[in-house]
């Protein structure tokens, strides 16, 4: 499976920017999907994740309330949805993909899919 994310840009805080991660080479359907990011000279963390079906979703305590992640089955995609933006929500963002159980990816980065990061930048 290939991952594309889109969306990222520049935007001041207090804003709202939507990322797109479309996937080729496969069905979303078939796999957990998440958020992953990391800033400059930090360590990348995990930012959503949201189950098969979209059910079920899980966020990091830090974007919490602010952030939605959603999915769409029939367009292989997902999207987070990213609103109060903060300057310390300046990173890359990548989409990931694994087979497991989405919740997995609270846990550990070893994941079956990355993609390449779309970067978000928040200005003070």
């Known amino acids: 499976v290939q991952l594309q994310a889109s969306g990222g840009g520049l935007v001041q805080a207090g804003g709202s920017l939507r990322l797109s991660c479309a996937a080729s080479g496969g069905t979303v359907s078939s796999y957990g999907m998440g958020w992953f990011r990391q800033a400059p000279g930090r360590e990348r963390e995990f930012v959503a994740a949201?189950?098969?079906?979209?059910?079920?979703?899980y966020y990091a305590n830090y974007v919490k309330g602010r952030f939605t992640i959603s999915r769409d089955n029939a367009k292989n995609t997902v999207y987070l949805q990213m609103n109060s933006l903060k300057p310390e929500d300046t990173a890359v963002y990548y989409c990931?993909?694994?087979?497991?159980?989405?919740?997995?990816?609270?846990?550990?980065?070893?994941?079956?899919?990355w993609g390449k990061g779309t970067l978000v930048t928040v200005s003070s």
């Open positions: 949201i189950t098969r079906s979209g059910d079920s979703t």
């Open positions: 990931t993909a694994d087979r497991r159980p989405a919740q997995v990816m609270t846990i550990t980065f070893v994941l079956d899919f």
